[in-house]
T-cell receptor, first 111, second 113 residues
Framework: EDQVTQSPEALRLQEGESSSLNCSYT??????LFWYRQDPGKGPEFLFT???AGEEKEKERLKATLTKKESFLHITAPKPEDSATYLC????????????FGKGTLLTVNP | DAGVIQSPRHEVTEMGQEVTLRCKPI?????LFWYRQTMMRGLELLIY????????DSGMPEDRFSAKMPNASFSTLKIQPSEPRDSAVYFC???????????FGSGTQLSVL
């Protein structure tokens, strides 16, 4: 069974204090590793897709990286508006396109 | 583009009643997914469709749950009879095709008393 584990569950940072979120996954033949952001009362919003180990993608203060077992979301010099829950999801290979989500990391950035 | 549209936004019902959640995917998207989110279990996939055909419903909790997609622009998730443990936020998402990124609706907050 596909499994995705995110850590920490919650992270509190001061504005400008860089850090990383972790996503460990176990899937059969990874097709893609997805990162989403979720604000309170809203649906998840897509950030990145990573397809192979060593791949990196960046968007503003966020950078996502991928290894064969983990993905990291690095947040550089965060701002209060980066506060949200960050969700990681893995999609296995074969004929099943099911996307398995982790429980997320609640990030709070204090001014 | 209006995005994925879900209705109602909130639903409060009593145990034993029938509940119907509705979803309009983004025009042109071929795949549609129903997820349920709770604090304890996070986001769980219930069922997904491709070209209006159900592909995997292994996440549907039990026979009380059913989903349909009669055409490319509409899907329903029905719970009959509802139980308090069904209380959760239900999300619908669509994608241009299988394996592509999902676009989520704003969800339906369901409370079963």
């Amino acid at each position: 069974e596909d499994q995705v584990t995110q850590s920490p569950e919650a992270l509190r940072l001061q504005e400008g204090e860089s850090s990383s979120l972790n996503c460990s996954y176990t899937v059969s033949g990874l097709r893609g590793l997805f990162w989403y952001r979720q604000d309170p009362g809203k649906g998840p919003e897509f950030l990145f897709t990573l397809y192979s180990a060593g791949e990196e993608k960046e968007k503003e203060r966020l950078k996502a990286t991928l290894t064969k077992k983990e993905s990291f979301l690095h947040i550089t010099a965060p701002k209060p508006e980066d506060s949200a829950t960050y969700l990681c999801a893995a999609q296995g290979g074969g004929s099943n396109y099911k996307l398995t989500f982790g429980k997320g990391t609640l990030l709070t950035v204090n001014p | 583009d209006a995005g994925v549209i879900q209705s109602p936004r909130h639903e409060v019902t009593e145990m034993g009643q029938e509940v119907t959640l509705r979803c309009k995917p983004i025009s042109g998207h071929n795949s549609l997914f129903w997820y349920r989110q709770t604090m304890m279990r996070g986001l769980e996939l219930l069922i997904y469709f491709n070209n209006n055909v159900p592909i995997d419903d292994s996440g549907m909790p039990e026979d009380r749950f059913s989903a349909k997609m009669p055409n490319a622009s509409f899907s329903t998730l029905k719970i009959q009879p509802s139980e308090p443990r069904d209380s959760a936020v239900y999300f619908c998402a669509s994608s241009p095709g299988l394996g592509e990124k999902l676009f989520f609706g704003s969800g339906t907050q369901l409370s079963v008393l």
